[in-house]
């Protein structure tokens, strides 16, 4: 069956619904461009229909593009993949440009059969670069639909039109929040910005639509006319080159330079801005494929879009029966704790908070009240959500209170006894067939199981702080964890609407085991001499949000103590960060444990805003006079982390690179821009890599040497998305 279909009513007005058979949102796929092509030829060339009505069969109107087109485009073009991707790009604005023309008379613009949207839900990319192309958009009033252009997130941006078509509606002023940024509106916001024409009662949608079809409006767009006038001015007007000039500076200051799809759209909308529209689009199609041709936007794609959207729909999920959760319980009301709670109680799953002492319990549900009352305040929630929500939740001392429960996280404080202690308690209470978890970030999920009478129901959820903003959630197996164990923490986490990766126990697990030596290679080159400024520096540069030594002092010179010691301890004399817990512990001998004591690497003022860095540590470990270059600081705090993340996949930790990469970059954000760890190595090629690691091995020392499974691959001149890209185990490859 068709994707858009066609049927002309009694009164002369085609519409054409967009229907993608088996999807719950539409998607537009190369077949499905066909289709709309094809309909809309017929309602131009057919003398009865008056107007059209483009729509939807569904309660939304499009999620976007099915992005396989791209590699299809590619594909078509054999040895010239750009030209396969400006042909099949320049067609797609021929059929919007047909849409927005619609039959109208070139030169004088007369004639024409007037061409509406009627949104009955979301919008989102294609599905809004569509509308922009009619003449006249109306969306049902829908609060919980999102109108927007969220290209920018998956490393590309709006390349069929909405770029060009949404700067000469709005203005670049404007239109930069939705372009740049991907911000999305509900319809009335939407309509509000200048993005939508009219909000209507859902019911009336249609009606009204047609109403407007048959009413002869004036249909030639602004930009068509004679004498247009881009809102704000074009570039080289007083008013529109200071806009030019701030959109500048801050892509760049935002991006760092990294990202090349938001340094693309500005030079699209910049150099389009001074020609007719036809040429405009031209430029953008041009901008695009030069997008799409980079590595770096396929490897967004895939990991931000393709990879973590096989992940949620639970790709590496056992097959078993659905195990949705019921009626979670959480032990331990602390900061985790409390944010566990409220994500559950958000989701509709009743919740029993546990703790000592009945005022900590209390404070834990207080986390979510709180969390309400500020969505009331920003006009996202109401006082009945807020009442609905709170009431998911019990808050209480009494552990008789889990009997029901098909769940157990434990989020008690990280001691091995302590944890054992409680898993013995809760196991007396809960039913066979209950699941525990335990949420922990370093202790090994195998050790912490011999407590339980039910190994094969243990398993680890690793949740990051703070649970309510942090998208990932590592799920650890234990050496007897069962497949109920883990399809019950996949399903949990889909409630939650987070996105989780599946790992093999090891000390550290995935995420840990690969941020750990980001922080360690970032203090051991401040005690080599390298200006504290280039290593923070050079980690932006990269793409990273925070610096090493930001990232220590925000998670405390005391914390990371701690583990060094804990390490230490269970390495004995394999433990390889001496250098590093120098000045961790002479951090802490000087009482600077980070952000929240008031001083760490960082100075703060009365309000714990950064203020410099401590002179401290310039007198205890001086500056070289010659600092590093910076690609040489770049690649340190790179490799240091990348090959983790191999050795991880090499030892069976890691059981699938998609998880590697999905997980860097929603864990710890690790550069974005680069796909991952994974994806990087395939970027740079595993020759230069395993050569760049011998070089690292030989100036300073053993920890950047390279893994065999990456010599292997550099020696077959391999990729790992070319060998690994299906999730298959390193070790059964």
């Known amino acids: 069956m068709a994707d858009f279909t066609m049927k002309t009513d009694a009164d002369g007005v085609a519409i054409i619904t967009w229907d993608v058979v088996g999807k719950s949102m539409n998607v537009l796929s190369l077949e499905g461009w066909d289709d709309l092509d ?399 978890a335990t949420n922990t970030s370093t202790l090994p999920i195998t050790e912490l199981a011999k407590a339980s009478v039910r190994a094969d129901k243990f398993i680890g959820i690793h949740f990051f702080s703070p649970v309510d903003k942090m998208a990932l959630v590592e799920i650890i197996k234990g050496a007897k964890t069962g497949d109920i164990a883990i399809a019950k923490s996949l399903d949990f986490v889909r409630q939650i609407r987070k996105t989780p990766i599946v790992v093999n126990d090891e000390r550290f697990f995935y995420a840990n085991r690969c941020i750990l030596p980001y922080g360690k290679e970032g203090i051991r080159m401040v005690s080599e001499g390298v200006a504290p400024a280039l290593v923070e520096n050079a980690a932006k540069l990269m793409g990273f949000p925070v610096g090493t030594l930001q990232l220590t002092d925000d998670t405390t010179i005391a914390l990371n103590a701690s583990i060094a010691r804990a390490t230490k301890s269970a390495m004995g004399d394999a433990y390889p960060d001496a250098v590093t817990d120098d000045v961790l512990f002479f951090l802490e001998d000087q009482k600077r444990l980070g952000r929240k004591a008031g001083a760490g690497f960082y100075n703060y003022d009365e309000k714990g805003k950064r203020d410099g860095f401590w002179d401290g540590l310039a007198e205890r470990y001086p500056r070289l006079e010659t600092q590093p270059d910076l690609i040489d600081v770049q690649h340190r705090l790179m490799f240091a982390q990348v090959l983790e993340a191999v050795r991880a996949l090499e030892e069976g930790v890691l059981m699938d690179i998609r998880e590697g990469d999905v997980g860097a970059i929603l864990g710890w954000g690790f550069a974005p821009w680069s796909g991952g760890p994974f994806s990087w190595l395939d970027i740079l090629g595993a020759p230069y890599a395993a050569a760049r690691c011998d070089e690292l091995t030989k100036v300073h020392g053993a920890r950047f040497e390279c893994p065999a499974l990456l010599r292997e691959m550099a020696d077959k001149g391999q990729s790992f998305y070319g060998r690994f890209g299906s999730g298959v185990d390193s070790k059964a490859a």
């Not at 613009?109 to 009627?118: E, R, S």
């Not at 940024?181 to 859902?202: H, I, L, R, S």
């Not at 699209?268 to 040429?279: R, S």
């Not at 319990?361 to 969505?375: I, W």
């Open 38 to 436: 094809t309909c809309v030829d017929a309602a131009l060339a057919d003398d009865s229909v008056k107007g059209v009505v483009i729509t939807s069969g569904k309660d939304t109107f499009a999620g976007g593009m099915d992005l396989n087109i791209i590699a299809k485009m590619k594909a078509a073009a054999g040895d010239n993949p750009a030209k396969g991707l400006m042909d099949g790009l320049m067609k797609s604005h021929a059929i919007l440009r047909k849409i927005e023309r619609a039959g109208m008379d070139p030169k004088t613009n007369k004639g024409g059969k007037p061409i509406a949207a009627a949104l009955p839900g979301t919008a989102l990319g294609i599905g809004l670069e569509i509308p922009l192309a009619c003449h006249r958009i109306f969306v049902a009033d829908n609060p919980k639909a999102k109108i927007g252009l969220p290209e920018i997130m998956v490393g590309i941006f709006p390349g069929m039109g909405g770029t060009t078509r949404l700067v000469r509606k709005m203005g670049a002023m404007m239109a930069s929040p939705l372009l740049l940024e991907g911000k999305m509106n509900d319809p009335k916001k939407a309509m509000q910005a200048g993005v939508v024409d009219e909000v209507v009662p859902a019911g009336e949608l249609m009606a009204i639509a047609k109403a407007w079809v048959l009413s002869e409006p004036k249909i030639v767009k602004p930009w068509d006319e004679k004498g247009y006038k881009m809102p704000g001015g074009e570039p080289y007007h007083s008013a529109g080159f200071m806009t030019f000039v701030g959109a500048s500076a801050m892509v760049n200051g935002k991006t760092q330079g990294v990202y090349p799809a938001a340094k693309a759209l500005l030079s699209a909308v910049y150099e389009g801005a001074m020609v007719p529209f036809d040429t405009a689009l031209k430029i953008e199609a041009r901008w695009f494929t030069n997008v799409l041709m980079n590595p770096s936007s396929e490897a967004m794609i895939r990991s931000l879009f393709i990879n973590k959207e096989a992940l949620e729909k639970g790709a590496n999920r056992p097959d078993v029966a659905d195990q949705t959760v019921k009626k979670v319980g959480v032990l331990g009301a602390g900061m985790m704790g409390a944010g566990i709670s409220l994500v559950s109680a958000l989701a509709g799953i009743e919740v029993v908070l546990i703790d000592r002492e009945q005022a900590a319990a209390d404070k834990g549900r207080s986390y979510t009240a709180d969390y309400m009352d500020k969505g009331i305040a920003r006009k996202k929630a109401s006082v009945e959500k807020k009442e609905k929500v709170l009431g998911m939740i019990t808050a209480t001392t009494d552990l008789e209170a889990l009997k029901g429960c098909d769940l157990i996280v434990e989020a008690v404080f990280e001691d091995v006894g302590v944890k054992a202690e409680m898993t013995k308690k809760v196991e007396a209470i809960v039913g066979d067939d209950c699941i525990f």
